[in-house]
């Protein structure tokens, strides 16, 4: 699994594959283009699945009456996969389920344990103009009710910045390549592309069943949480029917 791969040799790789003289001299004016698809090819492979080798775990502190939280520097929404919650005392984890939904909160914000969160988006208004901080915040429901509860965010690292020559690929290298081709090839009209793609394909598969990883299951807005269910059943979401405050 070719890994920590520079961009610049990411490209020597793609004119490889695509049939493209080597002599990174030739072709400049297409060298932005290039790195824009090798760049997108990472991220959204990045974004389908859950990559093993890429697993993190960051744990946050409670505190008692407090609701909103700023994520952890590591660990943006997008790479969420599911968060846990624990006393302290007992160190028992239990997921908590994504989805707060309107009706669940009447008046003052019941005070406990933790069982939903959701992601709070903010919106500037000035001279009229709505502005969306791109950036949300962590709520919490109920609000915690002691300072002795951590959160465990389990989910994936960040996407490296694949920009620079010298920025190197976290992801395999040979399956960005032959998916940046595939799509290079297909947009030159090659006859060859529909077998890049499926050499992409089945590279991808055979790298996936290596490691283990699989799709990523983000939030569904008609289901119960975002993020997979725990692989040994041991753990689920709380159902939004088990959990309505009064």
Not at 8 to 23: D, V
Not at 121 to 135: E, K, L, W
Not at 144 to 150: E, F, H, I, R
Not at 191 to 198: C, D, I, V, Y
Request: charged share 20%; proline share 7%; glycine share 8%.
């Amino acid at each position: 699994m070719p890994l920590g791969v520079t961009l610049l040799e990411l490209r020597r790789e793609l004119r490889a594959e695509t049939g493209t003289s080597l002599n990174p001299n030739q072709g400049v004016q297409a060298q932005d283009t290039i790195d824009i698809i090798l760049a997108r090819q990472q991220r959204e492979l990045w974004d389908a699945y859950t990559w093993q080798h890429l697993q993190l775990w960051v744990d946050m502190p409670l505190s008692e009456g407090q609701a909103t939280y700023s994520y952890p520097p590591s660990m943006a929404f997008d790479q969420i996969k599911r968060i846990l919650i624990a006393d302290s005392a007992t160190g028992h984890w239990s997921d908590l389920a994504y989805g707060i939904k309107a009706h669940m909160v009447h008046g003052t914000p019941p005070r406990g344990t933790p069982k939903r969160w959701r992601n709070v988006a903010t919106v500037s208004v000035v001279g009229g103009a709505q502005v969306t901080n791109p950036v949300g915040q962590l709520e919490l429901l109920p609000v915690p009710s002691s300072g002795n509860m951590v959160l465990r965010f389990d989910g994936q690292a960040p996407l490296s910045p694949l920009v620079a020559p010298t920025d190197t690929c976290i992801l395999d290298s040979k399956c960005i390549v032959l998916f940046a081709a595939a799509e290079v090839m297909a947009t030159q009209k090659s006859e060859a592309a529909p077998m890049k793609l499926t050499k992409a394909q089945n590279y991808l598969r055979r790298i996936l069943a290596d490691q283990g990883a699989d799709k990523r299951q983000n939030y569904n807005m008609g289901g119960y949480q975002r993020g997979g269910i725990d692989p040994d059943k041991t753990t689920r979401g709380v159902p939004y029917r088990d959990y309505i405050p009064g």
